[in-house]
């Protein structure tokens, strides 16, 4: 019986183990760039949403909007992932 426990627990051990590489490959290999795109109050609504739409459509996404005195800026971000060696 004790030699089967230690099997089990060596098992779960070793998948944890295991897992835990896993996910520290996967971090390793996932990247992300990021932009900023600067919304002049004298941008029209139309023009930025344009341009957002075509960040969107390129894999872009808007994650914060900073609202300054004259000038809005969004910020985005894109996730770059490598391809496995």
């Known amino acids: ?3 089967g426990n230690y099997s089990q627990t060596e098992s779960a051990s070793r998948m944890w183990r295991n ?3 896993y996910r520290s490959s996967m ?3 996932e990247r992300w760039e ?3 795109l600067e919304l002049s109050p004298g941008n ?3 023009t930025a949403e344009r341009d ?4 969107g459509d390129a894999g872009w996404e808007l994650v914060a909007v900073s609202l300054q005195f004259t000038t809005h800026y969004a910020w985005l971000k ?3 992932t490598e391809m496995a060696h």
């Open 1 to 3: 019986m004790a030699i």
């Open 19 to 21: 897992s835990n590489r």
């Open 27 to 29: 971090a390793e290999r």
């Open 34 to 36: 990021y932009r900023v």
């Open 44 to 46: 029209a609504r139309a």
């Open 52 to 55: 957002l739409n075509v960040l």
């Open 78 to 80: 894109k996730r770059v």
